[in-house]
């Protein structure tokens, strides 16, 4: 059972505008909710993070806004840059052990 | 800066081999973590460690042992490789605590011929 989702396989937009990426959850216990971002042949970079106490937050061009009542998060990046490019994965966590939930990734392709 | 480091970035090994992969962090986390990441899936749990000599199973820990023999470093053993052990693995750590963000090394690529 799938508890984080990203029902997007792949985003593509043009540099300079903006890129929304989604992601749905089904735990109402998640608390936590974390953006990465990865590249081939790397490991996930952290992006951003917002914990279930506030509905958005902000970090440069990057803004992740979460809607509990929906069960819903998702990450605007603007302006798009073509080193945007990756794929992204959202992630989500309801405990104190620090094990975070992942969803399947969003490939995201930023057209110069 | 956290640094977490995978021995291999590139591994080949056959069925039936016994295959180490090992990770190191330098931030004295309390937490570690293995995942595997395959296309469509996203990174699934395989096993995780929260203190030295402590394991816990993920949610795709068949097939796969762990340990945890000092702080900084978390070994993934796969007992007897098989080919749909083929994949990427990822190691990440934490510290303890909750609503902290994991660092991830850069992972192995391992193929299971």
């Known amino acids: 059972d799938q508890q984080v989702k990203q029902n997007s396989p792949s985003l593509s937009v043009q540099e300079g505008r903006i890129s929304i990426l989604n992601c749905d959850y089904t735990?109402?216990?998640?608390?936590?909710f974390l953006w990465y971002k990865k590249y081939p042949a790397e490991g996930p970079t952290f992006l951003i993070s917002?914990?279930?106490?506030?509905d958005k937050n902000e970090d440069g061009r990057f803004t992740v806004f979460l809607n509990k009542s929906a069960k819903h998060l998702s990450l605007h990046i603007v302006p798009s840059q073509p080193g945007d490019s990756a794929v992204y994965f959202c992630?989500?966590?309801?405990?104190?052990?620090?094990?975070?939930?992942f969803g399947q990734g969003t490939t995201l392709q930023v057209k110069p | 800066d956290v640094k977490v480091t995978q021995s291999s970035r590139y591994l080949v090994k056959r069925t039936g081999e016994k295959v180490f992969l090992e990770c190191v962090q330098d931030?004295?986390?309390?937490?570690m973590f293995w995942y595997r990441q395959d296309p469509g899936l996203g990174l699934r749990l395989i096993y995780f460690?929260?203190?030295?000599?402590?394991?816990e199973k993920g949610d795709i820990p068949e097939g796969y042992s762990v340990s945890r023999e000092k702080k900084e470093r978390f070994s993934l053993i796969l007992e007897s490789a098989s080919t749909n052990q083929t994949s990427m693995y990822l190691c990440?750590?934490?510290?303890?605590?909750?609503?902290?963000?994991?660092?991830f090394g850069d992972g192995t690529r391992l193929s299971i011929l």
């Open positions: 990440a750590s934490s510290p303890a605590g909750s609503n902290q963000p994991q660092h």
């Open positions: 735990n109402s216990m998640f608390d936590y």
């Open positions: 917002i914990s279930s106490i506030k």
């Open positions: 992630a989500a966590s309801g405990n104190t052990a620090g094990k975070l939930i």
């Open positions: 931030m004295d986390h309390e937490n």
């Open positions: 460690s929260y203190d030295v000599k402590m394991k």
